[in-house]
């Protein structure tokens, strides 16, 4: 769904991290559409701004955990 946003982070994340290092990213294709200091904010200005799910937020951290989830379960078949 996000391939594009993704990817353009994953490829530009040292520079982006340096620019942008601590914000919440608003991506749209392979373009930084907003900088925001909180999840929140970034979200209510692009949906002011854009349709919905035409845009990624993206932590702006250093490392694959700025874009890597791991989820478990104590839940047993």
């Given amino acids: 769904m996000f391939d594009t946003e993704l990817e353009f982070f994953i490829a530009n994340q040292d520079d ?19 900088a925001y200091r909180s999840p929140m904010e970034a979200y209510l200005a692009a949906q002011e701004r854009f349709p919905p799910g035409t845009y990624m937020l993206q932590p702006c951290q ?6 890597t989830v791991t989820v478990n379960s104590s839940a047993r078949a």
Avoid: D, H, N, S
């Fill in 62 to 67: 250093p490392g694959p955990a700025a874009y």
């Fill in 16 to 34: 982006l991290v340096q620019r942008f290092g601590g914000t919440v990213l608003v991506i749209r294709g392979r373009e930084v559409v907003g």
